[in-house]
């Protein structure tokens, strides 16, 4: 995941939401809340060759293991080989709100 700092401080058991953000080079770019209020079981470093992929990135990149179903990690998985990038926002502790359906498209800016 992109923005890993953000959750440098983020224990075991943090409820996070997961955005994608789809590559413009393939159409017009968009971000989307793909998943909601998500367990983060643990945050590590990500692998070199993940932050080598793209030397003019700057934000830190992580590996997260987040606890979801089968269907969620392979919807993620496949969100990550044809995105532009996954990022996770960590929520305040206590808020299980639901965001429902929310993009917002290069067009929207």
Known sequence: VAGGAALADAAPGTRVDVLVSTDPTDG?????VALEDVELLGLGAGAPSDLAA???ATAPAATATLRV?????VYLTAAEAFSGGLRLLPRPPGDRRRVGRATVGATDL
Not at 28 to 32: E, I, V
Not at 69 to 73: I, V
């Open 28 to 32: 017009p770019g968009r971000s989307f």
């Open 69 to 73: 179903t089968l269907r969620q990690a």
């Open 54 to 56: 793209d030397p003019a």
